[in-house]
């Protein structure tokens, strides 16, 4: 089923509206047009995301962004070019929607191809579905598959690997709530931005005002991934593809991950987190 432009679809529990997908946005290429989640809200309605905020225009909800496939820039913004800092680079790709291979309340297939002008780099199949925890939380199952479809091989890149030490973006990625106060942010073992930033763990939790995000890494390979994580600056966090070096994917591979984050009313501790998540990544 194709989408016209601006069509979005909503997830929703038991009837509950949880999530807005747009698939086909009309963005700037500037921006990396690509499809997001924006709102994403708990259950009570408190909203989780941002889309373009001041302080990071291209910053699109919920979604995959990756700031280097073979110098293509497919996260927005400026480029960071070793030994030169932030440039604005005419290099911008875009993730184009193609069909939904399923499509029903709580979830859909789509399948993407990532675009540089007329030529594709990666075909993506994106799986993303809601369940139920408990009468206050909820889980975002978001998995995607990047396949190389050139006859080349290519591969992924982030600031970090191009020479900008700690700023390895680029995979999934969720830009999270702004609020007056910096949230909290914490793993099974530890605790604040600079503590388990770039540190593996099976789940890293932000928590704000009065909602609490924890993302888990659902499979061996997505584990072994690095959490990019920003408290003070903004809310957001990531599952680094690239952050001490480059991914490369071969001719015909195909690079997979998924993310499973449980969406939560309330500020939730280390112990309900990690229960939270062993029963979403179950469901």
């Avoid at 070019?81 to 440039?87: C, N």
């Avoid at 909820?138 to 995607?144: I, K, M, S, Y």
């Avoid at 396949?147 to 080349?152: M, Q, V």
């Avoid at 704000?208 to 690095?226: M, Y």
Wanted: no cysteine; proline share 7%; hydrophobic share 40%.
């Amino acid at each position: 089923m194709n989408q016209m432009p601006n069509e979005s679809l909503v997830l929703r529990i038991a009837g509950r509206p949880v999530g807005r997908y747009t698939g086909r946005p009309e963005l700037p290429l500037r921006h990396a047009p690509r499809p997001y989640l924006h709102p994403v809200t708990t259950l009570a309605g408190t909203a989780v995301t941002e889309l373009s905020p001041a302080d990071h225009t291209h910053h699109l909800g919920v979604g995959v962004a990756i700031p280097d496939v073979e110098g293509n820039n497919f996260w927005g913004g400026r480029t960071y070019v070793r030994d030169q800092g932030p440039t604005e680079l005419d290099n911008h790709g875009a993730q184009r929607h193609t069909a939904y291979q399923l499509r029903d309340p709580d979830g859909f297939v789509e399948e993407l191809r990532w675009m540089v002008g007329p030529a594709e780099l990666l075909r993506e199949r994106r799986t993303v579905a809601a369940t139920e925890l408990t009468r206050s939380a909820w889980a975002l199952d978001f998995t995607f598959s990047l396949t190389n479809i050139t006859d080349a091989p290519l591969s992924i890149g982030s600031p970090a690997t191009n020479g900008r030490p700690g700023a390895a973006y680029g995979g999934f990625f969720w830009r999270a709530r702004k609020e007056a106060g910096t949230p909290d942010v914490f793993t099974p073992d530890a605790e604040g931005e600079s503590a388990v930033h770039g540190t593996r763990a099976d789940w890293l939790a932000l928590a704000g005002s009065n909602w609490t995000l924890v993302f888990a890494g659902a499979t061996e390979q997505t584990r072994r991934d690095p959490w990019f994580v920003r408290a003070e600056e903004y809310p957001g966090v990531g599952s680094s593809l690239a952050f001490a070096e480059r991914l490369p994917i071969g001719a015909g591979e195909t690079a997979v991950r998924r993310i499973v984050t449980v969406v939560a009313d309330g500020r939730l501790d280390r112990g309900e987190a990690a229960a939270l998540v062993r029963k979403a990544v179950s469901a």
